[in-house]
């Protein structure tokens, strides 16, 4: 490993201090044992947060730098060298990554806080804290490296950190198995990244993104279509987009914080990075692109509609997750146009998915760890800071004028019309259907009567907790105000994107979005606000509630696809292992056994056999020197 | 009739000369020293006598490295005593691993800390079971000539694998030969079982000299010469009927296969191995081995190099036949000294396939056959020697050493040291990587693919594998099977201990770090006509 010397300076030339705490505390964590018990919460808090101030350092200097000078490498050290290719392992510090970086570990420093009362009484909240700070570390190294190789490092150790996080309370089969889910459907994602990763270094004979950048229009159609595809392979596996979905539900098994942290505020939205920062290659093939927008169009829908049915209150955050991922990914997959507003709904809805999830997890905190709405209602009055607080995600999520999610989603629908009408149509039903299932969710949560289950009796979190989720509303109301004049121009000079005149009052596409918003709100108040919820899952002979409470059928479509095939053949290979190779070595050893018991009889001990058998020998030797003059 | 005077080249022939006067100084001794202080004389004057000989054989290596203006240079090496010898740069190796693997073997030779007495009969003469040998053992009688025997039979290897025609090296066939036949006979225990080894070895060798001298008689008639260099050169030249040549070569294989214990020649190497004192087998596995292949590399590569045609497919059905018997036959053996001879006839069979590959125009830096020979046969030895020095140390309960592979159970529960170092050895007799056996494999197969005889290290590899079952089978006997009743470990000296850690170190050493031995090997592979 060869140390390089790094130009940067200021706090960027310490940025490498963003991964290599949290990633030291990790490892502490976990190396200490039973000795960080007491205090090694504290410990991941203070990584994620000095995390955290490294990262407002780094974009302290950006803000101050001119714009020309906002992108600056940080190289590390050598990591690859053969007579082909040379890796250099080196931090990439530009608008978009450090806007990324700001999310990951503010939003994960709140997080981490908000884990020390959610996990307060786990007996392995060491170990808890040790992995969420892998993640973090896994996650920086993602959005941080300046090569796709590099990239793929983080990306695998924040499917490691999601698998162990998921799993994490392992003593229940059905998180074990959904971890082992998450895991595998996951690699199907990974198998798109590595191949993308072969090619380019097979084509390019490099992976970091200024060589791909530069070199994507000069390579042929045909491989740029496929690294295109590949990339959104895997996008698709990390960040749960259709048809690589179905795990993303599973994954609620994890504690709360995980959900929020992981599968709602970041990890998630790796897919849409990776797309936006893979720009350069979806500007040379309109395939890829569509498919990007496609896989994203489809995915909003259907996670809207997983969300409409659930009664799991974190299935439904978990289907809505996915809808507004699918958001991004329209956005990603339109060009330019759509880049900046994937990046800005992406901050946003960390900011208030986040706090959702959270919030999420105070109401089970305060309902022994239930998750079934239907013995919910009536929670305003007994938990009211978790009530006010979730009630600004709420309206920031269906879009509220003047709420964070209005900005974003909003310029997304209006650039969704731009790019083709039908687009722009599922986008603005998703936004109704997300009114509607946001606003199920909050009646049968907060209002109606109280069907609690006996011996249940509300309190309101720890501040550890509510504290948290007061910061993440505050953003959940101001952030889009604050970022909707600012991003277009900030993400201008990395992604080259179009600079868009801020939009502040509604247009005609606004109007119309808003007033399907409206119906989707006014909707879910006839069904669940005005007559009592029944506390009993009603029977429906409805086709689309019944899809959507099983997922939409995805576990059926990869059983059927994957599962049954896969298992078939590991069935025929058993069967062929078993009967013909075992039985064959076994025979073939049966076979040198039985040789070797006849073949020693030769050995007689007697020394006139030796010579005659010599002589013998001698004989051979001739015919076989006379059989080869012959050939 | 003019007849020139003798000359002798004594610098170069130093490390040969060192071990002969060691021995002949070892019989002055034998005669002339009283009992007591006579076993420590042998056992210092053997090793003295070795050591010397390998820095000896180091002085030679540097002196001639170096020009006579002082720059680096190529050894090239020469003939000595009037064409007799030649001191080649493969002369070096030989002579090198034939006197560190004898200075460790004679270590294990005078090991007596286990039962109070060398590993060698009280006394030979003594019928076995008799008033006399009961009299001998009580007088702590010992009979120290082993070590002068075993400096002879190492003078003979030196020279055979370096003679440069072949009366020389018939003359050391025999050198080398007769002393094994008596050190054989001389075991301690068993010692009729050691004598009937010993009879048959000398009978069977005598056969197989007789079918060596009937050829070499023939290639004379074809080429009149002994000469190695003129019977190159003859193989073009001479007008004589070419069945005298073709009958020549296949005898003198046949003399020459039969030492490195070839199939079908291969009869007595199960019986010998077994019924000869373990230190002595050990010594032969290597020694002899080492000098065989010296020899039959340089009667083929450099006298009959020529021919390789006709001798080339009769070597590869003979290599297959070895491993195949080697393998087979070890695989229902339960006598560990028998199962280890059958596995020495294996190896022969492995180490056969460099020869047919008869690899010899390499690029810089690599091996080519008789470095791969040469490569494999330093890995065998530092395998070897151990196995045979651990052999001896588990007992029975009548001081007898426990060879039936019964009684080796479980030792990996109660002495993890020696069964771990064990296995260590077994890996590296079976070829698995991280082991100097690997290597060794690797090189030989390599050498005999690069020939032309790719099918032969297919067969080769395959039978590999089946041999790693033999080995395999011992570590789990010893590492998984129940502890074996009646058997305890001797206290050995640092005479066993010092050559099972060398040899431990060697076989991981050159697993590890192949690269440095193989540019020494890389740089001495060729040998001058």
Known sequence: MILLETMAAGAISYAWLMIAVPAVSAALLLLLGKAADAWGHWLGVLAALASFAVAVACFGQLLASAESAREVTVPLFTWITTPTWHIDAALLIDPLSILFALLITGVGSVIHIYSVGYMAHDERKRRFFAFLNLFVAAMLILVLSDNYLVLFVGWEGVGLASYLLIGFWQHKPSAAAAAKKAFVMNRVGDLGMTMSVFTMLALIGSSSFADVNAAAAKLPWGWVTAIGFFLLLGACGKSAQVPLQAWLLDAMEGPTPVSALIHAATMVTAGVYLVVRSHAIYAETEAAAL?????????????????????????????????????????????????AFAIFHLLTHGFFKANMFLGAGSVMHAMGDDVNMRNFGALRKAIPITFWTFAMGYLAIIGFPGFAGYFSKDHIIEAAFEHGPAFGIIAILGAGVTAFYMTRLMLMTYFGEARWEKDIHPHESPLTMTVPLMILAAFSVIAGFLMNGWISGWLNPGLGVAEHEAEWLPTPVGLVTLVVIAAGVFLGWQLFGKKPVPKEVPDTSNPLVIAGRNDVFGDAVNSALAVKPTMLLADTTVANDTWIIDRGVDGLATGFLELSRVGRKVQTGQVRSYALFMAVGVFLVGVLVIVGQLG | MNIADPTFEWFALSPVL????????????????????????????????????????VWNWSAAAVSASGAPQAVTGAKLAMGALVFDPPSYLFWGALLVFGALAVAVFGERAMTGATAFAASVSAIPGSQAEADAIAAKREHTEVFPLALFSLTGMMVFGSAGDLLTMFVALEVMSLPLYLLSGMGRRRRLFSQEAALKYFLLGSFASAFFLFGMALLYGYSGSFDFAVIDTSLATSEMNRGILLAGLGLMAVGLLFKMGVVPFQSWVPDVYAGAPTPVTGFMAICTKLAAAAGLARVFFVALGGERWSWQPVFAVLAIATMAVGVILALSQTDLKRLLAYSAISHAGFLLTAVVGAYQFVPEGQLNSLGAIFYYLVAYGFATIPAFAIITTLRDTSGGEATDLAKWSGLGKSNPLLAGIFSLLLLSFAGIPLTAGFIGKWAVFAAAWQGGFWWLAITGIGFSLVAAYVYIKVIVAMFFGEPAEGVQLGQASMLTWLPISLGAIGTLWLGLFPAQLMDLIAQAQVFVK
Do not use: H, N
């Open chain 2, 18 to 57: 060192a071990v002969l006067a060691a021995a002949c100084l070892g019989v002055l001794a034998e005669a002339f020293l009283p009992q007591k202080p006579r076993y420590y004389a042998q056992l210092a004057l053997a090793e003295i006598g070795l050591l010397g000989g390998f820095a000896l054989l």
């Open chain 1, 291 to 339: 498919a990007v927008c496609v896989v994203g169009a489809v995915t909003l829908l259907v996670g809207a509609w997983i969300g409409c049915s659930k009664d799991d209150i974190k299935k439904v955050l978990a289907g809505s997750t996915m809808s507004q991922i699918g958001y991004m990914m329209l956005a990603a997959g339109i060009g330019p146009a759509g880049w």
